[in-house]
Nanobody, 125 residues
Framework: QVQLRESGGGLVQAGGSLRLSCTAD????????MGWFRQAREQEREFVAS???????GISASVKDRFAISKDDAKHTLYLQMDSLRPEDTAVYYC???????????????????WGQGTQVSVSS
């Protein structure tokens, strides 16, 4: 059973925009906070952004002026709006979920227990 499903990746020129979506099953969405991570080739997976069930957000300093995380509770869907994309943003982007706790944003990769299959984002120069 697929619990997290990403979509929206693709190839874009530098300066362009993409919006990633991640749809969760109802049970997962109602019991977990959600986040985005990315992994470039031969690099470790890194935190991009996260949002809690009460709407508190956290975002990596490397993207904070260009990316925005949001969610639609009615659709059980998480979004990542990516603007002003750069070649260094090229990576596989993963949606992830972590069990809800105290409403604090979770940044650490190892704390997330559910992962999507990933979607490739490629930015050409």
């Amino acid at each position: 059973q697929v619990q997290l499903r990403e979509s929206g990746g693709g190839l874009v020129q530098a300066g362009g925009s993409l919006r990633l979506s991640c749809t969760a099953d109802e049970r997962t969405y109602s019991t977990h906070d959600m986040g985005w991570f990315r992994q470039a080739r031969e690099q470790e997976r890194e935190f991009v952004a996260s949002i809690t069930f009460i709407g508190r957000t956290g975002i990596s300093a490397s993207v904070k002026d260009r990316f925005a995380i949001s969610k639609d509770d009615a659709k059980h869907t998480l979004y990542l709006q990516m603007d002003s994309l750069r070649p260094e943003d090229t990576a596989v982007y993963y949606c992830a979920a972590v069990a809800r706790s105290d409403g604090a944003v979770v940044f650490r990769t190892h704390e997330y227990d559910l992962w999507g299959q990933g979607t490739q984002v490629s930015v050409s120069s």
